[in-house]
């Protein structure tokens, strides 16, 4: 199967999902959900969504495996799918709507195809690697330099990573006076493929996860978005701790502020691990 389809029947598997999410939307009772780690949930939801994805793309591609959030965690030298079935899991069961279903595919530890897609919405967020990015299948084009004071940026509260709390209020502090205005949206694929077609022109984040990201940053690629570490290193999917993603010129003055800040926390400044 050649890429282009391939891709067509990825995004048609997540809005198969997303229907079936959507059939569940603001019926959730307050305080549902099971908390699996501080501030981070799971519903049955998430579960179900991940088992029909996994079902549908490991028989789309033979031979492929599954890495995903809340069940399989599998990887190959060959086909591997990373996917989150609900990225936003606690603005999904609270009835908030901004939440995304991402998936991409890795071969040979490349990313060569994703999709994010939006139910509430409809919208979605599709990337070939080297042949482009589409926004509701619109090619979008590579976003212009821009300054970080024209800018408007968005981030995530450290619930993951209390170690950066202080390091994340400080910097949020300096980046509010320094841009146009911060914002949480509560999905970092969202985050990223907004920041990418010029929704936002930046995000940062520490301790995401490769599911969160995996195919919003073919997105941000593709879209000629810049992409590192806290203190600009390149962004390694399954081992970097911290990311920056932003469009140029917004970038370079993001790192500088972040870098800053969050040099007072050693895991992150030596590259270590998730808490």
Request: aromatic fraction near 12%; glycine fraction near 8%; hydrophobic fraction near 40%.
């Given at each position: 199967?050649?890429?282009?389809?391939?891709?067509?029947?990825?995004?048609?598997?997540l809005k198969e999902t997303?229907?079936?999410?959507?059939?569940?939307?603001?019926?959730?009772?307050?305080?549902?959900g099971n908390e699996k780690?501080?501030?981070?949930?799971?519903?049955?939801?998430?579960?179900?969504?991940?088992?029909?994805?996994?079902?549908?793309?490991v028989s789309l591609l033979?031979?492929?495996?599954?890495?995903?959030?809340?069940?399989?965690?599998?990887?190959?030298?060959?086909?591997?799918?990373?996917?989150?079935?609900?990225?936003?899991?606690?603005?999904?069961?609270?009835?908030?709507?901004?939440?995304?279903?991402?998936?991409?595919?890795?071969?040979?530890?490349?990313?060569?195809?994703?999709?994010?897609?939006?139910?509430?919405?409809?919208?979605?967020?599709?990337?070939?690697?080297?042949?482009?990015?589409?926004?509701?299948?619109?090619?979008?084009?590579?976003?212009?330099?821009?300054?970080?004071?024209?800018?408007?940026?968005?981030?995530?509260?450290?619930?993951?990573?209390?170690?950066?709390?202080?390091?994340?209020?400080?910097?949020?502090?300096?980046?509010?006076?320094?841009?146009?205005?911060?914002?949480?949206?509560?999905?970092?694929?969202?985050?990223?493929?907004?920041?990418?077609?010029?929704?936002?022109?930046?995000?940062?984040?520490?301790?995401?996860?490769?599911?969160?990201?995996?195919?919003?940053?073919?997105?941000?690629?593709?879209?000629?978005?810049?992409?590192?570490?806290?203190?600009?290193?390149?962004?390694?999917?399954?081992?970097?701790?911290?990311?920056?993603?932003?469009?140029?010129?917004?970038?370079?003055?993001?790192?500088?502020?972040?870098?800053?800040?969050?040099?007072?926390?050693?895991?992150?400044?030596?590259?270590?691990?998730?808490?």
């Amino acid at each position: 199967m050649d890429r282009e389809t391939l891709l067509e029947k990825l995004l048609t598997c997540l809005k198969e999902t997303g229907a079936y999410q959507l059939e569940h939307f603001r019926k959730f009772a307050h305080g549902s959900g099971n908390e699996k780690a501080a501030g981070e949930f799971v519903s049955h939801i998430d579960i179900e969504s991940e088992g029909l994805l996994h079902d549908r793309l490991v028989s789309l591609l033979p031979g492929s495996v599954f890495f995903g959030e809340e069940t399989v965690q599998q990887r190959s030298h060959a086909y591997t799918w990373v996917v989150d079935p609900i990225d936003g899991t606690t603005n999904y069961i609270s009835g908030f709507s901004e939440w995304s279903i991402s998936a991409a595919l890795i071969e040979s530890d490349i990313t060569v195809l994703s999709a994010v897609y939006r139910p509430f919405s409809g919208e979605h967020f599709t990337a070939l690697r080297d042949r482009g990015a589409w926004y509701q299948y619109r090619p979008i084009a590579p976003p212009g330099s821009s300054k970080l004071k024209d800018s408007l940026v968005a981030t995530a509260f450290p619930y993951r990573s209390p170690d950066t709390a202080d390091a994340f209020f400080a910097c949020a502090r300096e980046m509010l006076y320094a841009s146009r205005g911060l914002r949480r949206v509560g999905s970092a694929a969202l985050d990223i493929c907004y920041t990418a077609a010029g929704f936002l022109q930046g995000f940062w984040e520490p301790d995401l996860q490769p599911y969160d990201v995996a195919a919003a940053l073919l997105f941000s690629r593709e879209c000629g978005g810049v992409t590192t570490d806290f203190f600009n290193n390149p962004y390694e999917l399954f081992s970097s701790t911290s990311l920056i993603s932003a469009i140029p010129g917004v970038h370079g003055e993001m790192q500088e502020i972040i870098g800053k800040h969050y040099a007072c926390v050693p895991r992150l400044a030596q590259g270590g691990s998730h808490p």
